[in-house]
């Protein structure tokens, strides 16, 4: 409160604390509080607008303190001193409380610089007047999504997160897909995504200098996404408007709009909304869950998901052994060489050779992957035990083995490690000894997709 009204001068139109409901009582310290401060309009709300949490099913919660100044929220305080339960519909007093609070950055600006929504701001007019200036066909909804949308890309991919379909990954190749949809509404080029990108650099760079440092990475990020799904987003239009054409639209058609054109949950449902067609998001994560099932039963039947099949394994020590072992060497040399950032993408080893899939941005060179062939060469020779041991999935992460089907593997799992180089959770077989493998070449590298590389090699014997 203290440096809301004398250190920022901005006056506190009223505060508002949580008044009780059902068994859970009023906040009255936090009401003593504000009175010794001297805050003279204290609001009293219930549940819904001054009890935060908890977030999912369980977890903290507790009555909530909130600033507004010009009548906009500011700043709030969460004091979590509940758990709450709403499975049980139980909530109880926390032995260890603990405070929370956040205050928005952009609101500020707004009530500083006496703007009546942020995008008026100075952290996002030179972006909005970029887009009136450039859209053919300029709409105020389209034009705040776009300026938002690309403020997060900027500082996502400055991080060195790439756009994939999982977890970070996903949410950036969310955000540069729905700008790609939005730009086309706007009649936006594509080539001045990059005009907005340097305007938000040079919004932040002097608190973010890390902006600048990665400007380069950020507008290739921006402009590869884009072309890769672009020619997608217009065949997937297509589809969409001939699926909808009916006046309906089934999770199994959401999915294979997914599937087929990589269009996100998120994308459909708004087309959808614009149609005034409901969609249902728990069949579409039903959809996605039996995929995903189908997937995994799938993988069952492979050996650590290196695709190798039971049933090609009636020899023992067969060279297919060895090369599955020598397939985990090569992941760990190109992890080692390249960066920890190098992730499988695939795999499939048959009695000639191995085929490896792997994340990667660029072209390797001749030179490094002399280096990494030579790597696993050297591991083969030092004639190394190929460590078997059974362990909970999350003991094996925990202690840095590498896992390809994500949340696909049992509570209990086999992970091999090579001492000191390997360890991934796989169900084998290997090779006793490294030694037994022969020597590896690299047959082919190359490129199979937006930054996926492809390695196939071979082994032989001595």
């Not at 709450?84 to 139980?90: I, L, V």
């Not at 001749?366 to 999350?394: F, G, H």
């Not at 796989?426 to 490294?434: D, L, S, Y």
């Amino acid at each position: 409160y203290d440096f809301l009204t004398k250190e920022l001068n901005i006056p506190v139109s009223y505060a508002s604390i949580f008044k009780g409901e059902n068994d859970i009582p009023r906040d009255n310290e936090s009401f003593k509080i504000l009175r010794d401060l001297g805050v003279k309009n204290i609001r009293e709300f219930c549940k819904k607008e001054n009890f935060w949490g908890p977030t999912g099913t369980k977890g903290p919660c507790g009555p909530t303190v909130e600033y507004y100044a010009d009548n906009t929220e500011l700043w709030n305080l969460v004091f979590n001193e509940y758990f709450c339960s709403t499975e049980e519909n139980d909530i109880k007093k926390m032995p260890n409380p603990g405070v929370d609070t956040g205050m928005g950055f952009e609101r500020l600006m707004m009530i500083f610089e006496n703007k009546t929504n942020v995008y008026e701001t100075t952290l996002f007019a030179p972006l909005m007047k970029i887009i009136e200036q450039e859209s053919q066909k300029f709409n105020l909804k389209f034009a705040r999504i776009l300026a938002d949308h690309i403020k997060g890309i900027v500082f996502i991919s400055s991080e060195g997160i790439l756009p994939s379909n999982i977890e970070r990954g996903y949410v950036l190749r969310r955000l540069i897909r729905r700008i790609l949809r939005y730009g086309r509404l706007l009649e936006f080029p594509e080539k001045n995504f990059k005009k907005l990108a340097k305007a938000t650099i040079n919004i932040y760079q002097e608190v973010y200098p890390e902006l600048l440092r990665n400007e380069a990475k950020i507008y290739k990020i921006i402009e590869e996404e884009t072309e890769a799904f672009g020619a997608s987003l217009t065949k997937g239009l297509k589809e969409f408007e001939k699926i909808a054409a009916k006046g309906a639209l089934a999770a199994k058609e959401a999915f294979f709009l997914y599937e087929t054109f990589g269009f996100p949950f998120e994308l459909t449902k708004e087309l959808a909304l614009e149609r005034g067609i409901k969609l249902d998001e728990n069949e579409f994560q039903k959809e996605f869950a039996s995929h995903q099932e189908i997937s995994r039963l799938g993988a069952e039947k492979k050996f650590g998901g290196h695709g190798l099949e039971n049933s090609k394994f009636q020899i023992p020590k067969s060279k297919i052994i060895k090369l599955h072992t020598a397939t985990h060497l090569l992941q760990a040399a190109l992890r080692e060489i390249f960066g920890t950032e190098v992730k499988q993408m695939g795999s499939d080893i048959n009695e000639e050779r191995t085929r490896f899939d792997f994340s990667f941005d660029g072209k390797p060179t001749e030179e490094k992957l002399k280096k990494i062939e030579e790597r696993v060469n050297e591991i083969i020779a030092k004639d190394l035990p190929v460590i078997k041991k059974e362990m909970s999935y999350k003991e094996a992460l925990k202690q840095g083995a590498l896992a390809f089907f994500k949340e696909k593997y049992p509570e209990t799992v086999t992970v091999y490690q090579v001492d000191g180089f390997s360890k991934e959770i796989c169900a084998g077989p290997h090779v006793q000894k490294t030694g037994e493998i022969g020597s590896f070449k690299i047959l082919k590298e190359e490129g199979i997709g937006k930054g996926i590389r492809r390695i196939k090699g071979t082994i032989i014997y001595h």
